[in-house]
């Protein structure tokens, strides 16, 4: 796989690290008596143990090869781009609260954090970077 896609797909994937700092609004939700509606509760617990694991699967794309590692990338990909889907579809129907953040902040962060993981997918599918996780594309 060419160099510049590895830097590429590691930036994008990087990047959504900042999900990581949802874990700080969890007792922001209604139930706990916070101003944000219970609904934020599911996208932002997802959102934080997604975030954690960030720096692993940067390392390990990173450091490890094989198939079992490429789909692990493409799920943790594919299941980063839902949880921004469902965050969007959670902005739609249950807004945060203007005090926490405007619905402008909202969509927009939470769309470009989404292109990004699915941008990463889609260099993920490239058949030379499929074929260097299958020990294939090197000579």
């Known amino acids: 796989m060419p160099k ?8 994008l994937m990087a990047a959504t690290i900042f999900r990581a700092q949802t874990v ?3 007792p922001k939700v209604e139930v706990f008596g916070g101003p944000a509606p219970n609904a934020w509760f599911g996208p932002w617990f997802s959102d934080s143990i997604l975030g954690f694991l960030v720096p692993v699967m940067v390392f390990i794309f990173w450091t490890r090869s094989g198939m079992r590692v490429w789909g692990a990338l493409l799920v943790y990909n594919a299941l980063g781009a839902f949880d921004y889907a469902n965050g969007l579809v959670t902005q739609f129907f249950h807004p945060m609260p203007v005090e926490m953040a405007s619905a402008a902040a909202v969509y927009g962060g939470i769309g470009l954090f989404m292109t990004f993981q699915l941008v990463a997918l889609g260099l993920l599918f490239r058949k030379d970077v499929a074929a260097d996780f299958a ?5």
């Open 24 to 26: 700080m609004f969890l």
């Open 4 to 11: 510049h896609i590895k830097w590429i797909i590691s930036v």
């Open 135 to 139: 020990n294939q594309g090197r000579p």
